[in-house]
């Protein structure tokens, strides 16, 4: 009588104690999956940072060499017509020099935003994503950034940049499935007080795939093992300014919401590895 009473009772504690062991295991593999994503992203936020300060010093020297030689042409220009320069040269000159001011203003930015590192970004996205999606529209109209912005261009750089690149994957996904769908993405951005708000909205098939205990959507990238970096590294960029971040879909266009305090942030944005 005493062994129908303890064996199953020593029974269910060794079974409750491999439970408790295999989640004690599972919580430890997370914990450690978790602070290996962290240091990666630290890594690739670093190198970002370091990209989008590079990027803006290039562009600001570049803005500088097209405004000399833009005034070196014109110098050359008037001098061609002179009678007594090139008086035999002087057409094909003329037609050489208006060639160059074409290349120049070919130079000019297509999208204009207020901000250095966002200009030269969303140009060398577009410029990237129409070699894939040859009839991509980027709509940029509502996009504004504030001339008092406190937030860090290199964090502009890393919202932008990971939303771009997740909307031309969608966009060309469903070119892939539908050539002649629409391919859309569109940039929204409104200051409410001290709050900037920034939204960006892409079209995309319409299939959204979540799992139990995801935080994002689920990739059809062929990268599985970076599986939602792209919106990981927004968020942590959104937090460090004391904002959110938030998605919804709309039929088939994927809106992506942000909202951040206008203000200098935390500079490396993520909690402690302890």
Excluded at 188 to 205: A, P, R, W
């Amino acid at each position: 009588p005493i062994l129908t009473i303890v064996l199953p009772a020593i029974l269910l504690l060794s079974l409750l104690s491999i439970l408790y062991g295999v989640k004690l295991f599972q919580d430890m593999v997370y914990r450690n999956k978790a602070k290996s994503e962290r240091v990666i992203l630290k890594n690739q936020v670093k190198s970002m940072q370091e990209h989008m300060e590079e990027m803006e010093r290039i562009y600001s020297e570049i803005r500088g060499m097209k405004h000399d030689m833009k005034n070196t042409l014109a110098v050359i220009g008037q001098l061609s017509k002179e009678k007594e320069f090139f008086l035999e040269e002087k057409g094909e000159l003329q037609e050489y020099l208006a060639d160059l001011n074409q290349t120049f203003d070919r130079l000019d930015m297509r999208f204009r935003t207020g901000n250095t590192v966002a200009d030269t970004l969303l140009n060398m996205k577009y410029h990237e994503a129409v070699r894939l999606v040859p009839d991509l529209e980027m709509d940029t109209d509502r996009l504004v950034f504030p001339q008092d912005l406190k937030i860090h261009s290199y964090d502009i750089g890393i919202i932008l940049g990971n939303a771009v690149d997740n909307a031309v994957w969608a966009c060309r996904k469903l070119k892939e499935k539908e050539p002649e769908a629409e391919a859309l993405i569109r940039f929204v951005s409104m200051q409410k007080g001290n709050l900037l708000v920034l939204k960006v909205e892409n079209s995309f098939d319409g299939k959204l795939v979540r799992r139990p205990r995801e935080e994002f959507p689920v990739t059809d990238k062929p990268d599985k093992e970076n599986h939602g970096m792209g919106l990981v590294n927004i968020k942590n960029t959104v937090e460090k300014y004391h904002g959110t971040m938030d998605y919804m879909v709309k039929g088939r266009v994927f809106i992506l919401s942000m909202m951040m305090k206008n203000e200098r942030g935390n500079e490396d944005g993520f909690w402690s590895d302890k």
